[in-house]
């Protein structure tokens, strides 16, 4: 299933928190739910999400035509400090 896993922590703190950093689309939807749940879990993050972009989206629903961010890049929470940028070219 397509992941939206939203922006910044849904409440979480500790070890758990900082899968998603604070950029990125509101839109969560259930398998986003689920990935974030994998990525705390195994101390990993959306490396997209920590860094100021103009555009996140990469899908536009058909009927909607809002922007949702599915494609992500996944890293251990360990490595991020080794990027300095990330994102994904708009609607492709």
């Known amino acids: ?8 922590s849904l409440g ?4 758990r928190a900082g899968a998603v950093g604070p950029f990125g689309l509101q839109h ?5 739910r689920r990935l974030r749940s994998f990525m705390e879990v195994h ?5 997209a999400s920590f860094y100021r ?9 058909p009927c909607s035509r809002l922007p949702h961010q599915l494609d992500h ?9 080794r990027f ?9």
């Open 28 to 32: 969560l939807n259930d398998a986003g």
């Open 53 to 61: 972009k103009q555009y996140y989206g990469t899908w536009i629903h």
């Open 12 to 15: 979480c703190d500790g070890e």
């Open 84 to 92: 300095t940028d990330c994102g994904s070219c708009p609607f492709q």
């Open 1 to 8: 299933a397509n992941a939206s896993i939203g922006r910044g």
């Open 73 to 81: 890049i996944i890293v251990s929470r360990e490595d991020r400090r």
């Open 43 to 47: 101390q990993l993050c959306s490396l």
